[in-house]
């Protein structure tokens, strides 16, 4: 896996530090597709991201499938001392943190196979209140509601519609496909894998898409409750198409 570090806009790619990679070669390879769809798909997700953010991007290629590129973004805070952005401790936490794995099809179009989202800047209101209903582990899911109103959140269990309208469809296009259709959604409020039943306060939302050659794609999308950020992308086994080609 090779890595190396920039700064996070697209608009002033500058190699801060150069690690195994050099810029010619990521411009010869297909992670370059990837690397900069990914980054592109961060920033139309998370507008509000700091244009002084250090990225720090590992890529490789999934030992499941060799046809599948893996990429992890971390990004970093780059403090200020007079004005000017200044390295930060490599040893301290990213302020957010994302995973993405592309696989290419058959006309060496990159579609996004999975992608994960996590950290402060973007889950921080999330993460603090979870910690809050982990605390109360006999609140009710009315109780929960309540408190999650209470505590600002904007798309909570009853605020389904609000949710729906906001799905990011335009933004989503070019990395899972065309004729995005919603499927189902639903609100979900403990995990029911851990066993203490860890707050999750996220809308699980299915949706299927048609890619170029009419095949068709189902995903599940997870936001949180708070701002209604998309938090995982996640592809699901293929959707079979009532309508095959001849």
């Not at 990914?38 to 590992?58: C, F, G």
């Not at 921080?124 to 309540?146: C, L, M, N, T, Y």
Request: proline share 7%.
């Amino acid at each position: 896996m090779s890595k190396y570090t920039e700064n996070f806009r697209l608009g002033s790619a500058v190699m801060i530090v150069f690690v195994i990679l050099s810029p010619a070669a990521i411009a010869e390879s297909k992670h370059d597709d990837f690397v900069v769809r990914t980054k592109e798909l961060v920033n139309q997700l998370y507008p509000d991201l700091s244009p002084n953010l250090r990225a720090v991007i590992r890529e490789g290629t999934s030992w499941i499938n060799e046809d599948m590129n893996s990429l992890e973004l971390e990004l970093y805070n780059n403090p200020l001392q007079g004005g000017v952005p200044q390295p930060s401790c490599w040893c301290s936490s990213p302020v957010l943190r994302v995973h993405a794995f592309f696989i290419f099809d058959e006309q060496g179009e990159s579609r996004l196979s999975k992608f994960g989202v996590a950290g402060p800047l973007a889950f921080g209101g999330r993460d603090r209140f979870a910690k809050v209903v982990d605390e109360h582990p006999k609140w009710s899911d009315a109780q929960i509601v309540a408190e999650l109103n209470q505590a600002g959140a904007r798309f909570g269990p009853d605020h389904k519609a609000e949710l729906l309208r906001g799905l990011p469809t335009e933004i989503l296009k070019p990395y899972i496909g065309d004729n995005i259709e919603l499927l189902d959604a639903t609100f979900s409020f403990r995990s029911e894998v851990t066993r203490k039943k860890e707050a999750t306060l996220e809308w699980m939302v299915s949706v299927k898409s048609r890619g170029l050659q009419g095949e068709e794609s189902s995903y599940l999308l997870v936001f949180e409750a708070f701002q209604g950020k998309l938090k995982i992308i996640s592809k699901a086994p293929p959707y079979p198409n009532p309508h095959p080609q001849k």
